[in-house]
């Protein structure tokens, strides 16, 4: 069950886009989603394929992030401890970290969106996907300054992979598509 959703639209200096560090866009999107992991029968929790759909309230093009290996989508996370490499969620007034971020959806100023969460397991032939509620939140526009700590961080971890938790990753759509037709023609043999 989805709880909680929260969405920034970061503006960044110029001279921070590219600059050999995690920005790539003078506005780029962040997400943040609280909830109840699920489950799906006969399918260990590592395995479960999960479809984050992100769409506008009133209407418009949605946008998806497929990931797979981890029970838990941590999408805007700051590093809480360093030496520990633990994580925690961006306190209310903050704002995320471009290195940690999972996913940068694009993000319209002044608009609401709602997120829903679809699982994709094995062994669940008598089952089809299941989709959670769907909780919306409006975007909270930002600009990113030395003082909110959102300027300079360093370019180290932006290399892909870094920074996340072992185990994770994430899929392309027809990446997804070509895993699904495998899951249903070995169904089918059996």
């Known amino acids: 069950m989805l709880e909680n959703l929260r969405l920034w639209r970061i503006h960044y200096p110029v001279d921070q886009i590219a600059a050999g560090g995690c920005v790539f866009g003078e506005y780029e999107g962040y997400i943040d ?41 941590e999408g805007a996370p700051q590093l809480w401890d360093p030496a520990t490499a633990a994580f925690a ?37 008598a089952m089809a996907s299941v989709t959670s509620n769907s909780v919306c939140a409006a975007v909270i526009n930002a600009t990113a300054t030395p003082d909110n700590g959102s300027v300079g961080k360093p370019s180290s971890g932006c290399a892909l992979g870094s920074g996340h938790p072992s185990g994770f990753w994430a899929l392309t759509l027809p990446t997804l598509a070509i895993i699904l037709s495998a899951l249903r023609v070995r169904r089918r043999r059996r």
């Open 89 to 125: 969620d961006v306190p209310d007034g903050g704002l995320p970290s471009p290195v940690y971020a999972l996913w940068k959806p694009v993000l319209e100023p002044d608009r609401e969106y709602c997120a829903t969460l679809t699982l994709y397991g094995r062994n669940d032939l």
């Open 33 to 73: 989603l609280n909830y109840q992991d699920g489950s799906l029968p006969g399918t260990p929790a590592e395995e479960v394929i999960s479809v984050l759909r992100l769409a506008p309230k009133t209407g418009g093009s949605s946008q998806t992030f497929v990931f797979a290996g981890t029970t838990h989508f």
